[in-house]
T-cell receptor
Framework: GIQVEQSPPDLILQEGANSTLRCNFS?????LQWFHQNPWGQLINLFY???GTKQNGRLSATTVATERYSLLYISSSQTTDSGVYFC???????????FGKGTKLTVNP | GAVVSQHPSWVICKSGTSVKIECRSL??????MFWYRQFPKQSLMLMAT?????????EQGVEKDKFLINHASLTLSTLTVTSAHPEDSSFYIC????????????FGPGTRLTVT
């Protein structure tokens, strides 16, 4: 099956810093989503981005489908950005999302 | 936006008892829902696909007799953990896709199960 790898596994920042999280996938996909899992366990949808670039406030994401990777950018990080960021993909013909192992982000004040 | 709820948010039960977890799509219909399990500091592991009006499809290694899934309506799927044991303690999360132009999945807030 498809493999999804996220890097880095852990990231520690000072408030105000910028960061880039990466998601590599081993095969073509129909769907790619980025999620933020907050400290209470809720997965919050950040982006649905099978290709191209999207921006939402301080967050933006780019997926280069032909090269099988996606990047999540966080600018001017805040302590509330802390948590685990997951990338998940869906292949054609399947309804299932396959998750990466996540990047744990800690933003210190 | 699409909202998925779960109930209860946390439950403690004694070993040998059964626990039912509900997953509801509040503002959209979902013929398919998904159940995940998450261990501490790990990623989500898909347990099964719940299909409205038909049997659930379980992932390899998931005991279908232990984890009973019923998708009785277009907005409700239930997961029953039967004869629970301490090793069943985990965080259970459901999701439902918003079908249309995209197939974006939305997740419930999760249920933390502790079996004593």
């Amino acid at each position: 099956g498809i493999q999804v790898e996220q890097s880095p596994p852990d990231l520690i920042l000072q408030e105000g810093a910028n960061s880039t999280l990466r998601c590599n996938f081993s095969d073509s996909v129909n769907n790619l989503q980025w999620f933020h899992q907050n400290p209470w366990g809720q997965l919050i949808n950040l982006f649905y981005i099978p290709s191209g670039t999207k921006q939402n406030g301080r967050l933006s994401a780019t997926t280069v489908a032909t090269e099988r990777y996606s990047l999540l950018y966080i600018s001017s990080s805040q302590t509330t950005d802390s948590g685990v960021y997951f990338c998940a993909v869906r292949q054609g013909g399947s309804e299932k999302l396959v998750f990466g192992k996540g990047t744990k982000l800690t933003v210190n004040p | 936006g699409a909202v998925v709820s779960q109930h209860p948010s946390w439950v403690i039960c004694k070993s040998g008892t059964s626990v039912k977890i509900e997953c509801r799509s509040l503002d959209f219909q979902a013929t398919t829902m998904f159940w995940y399990r998450q261990f501490p500091k790990q990623s989500l592991m898909l347990m099964a696909t719940s299909n409205e009006g038909s049997k659930a499809t379980y992932e390899q290694g998931v005991e279908k007799d232990k984890f009973l899934i019923n998708h009785a309506s277009l907005t409700l799927s239930t997961l029953t953990v039967t004869s629970a044991h301490p090793e069943d303690s985990s965080f259970y999360i459901c999701s439902a896709p918003l079908v249309g132009y995209a197939y974006e999945q939305y997740f419930g807030p999760g249920t933390r199960l502790t079996v004593t």
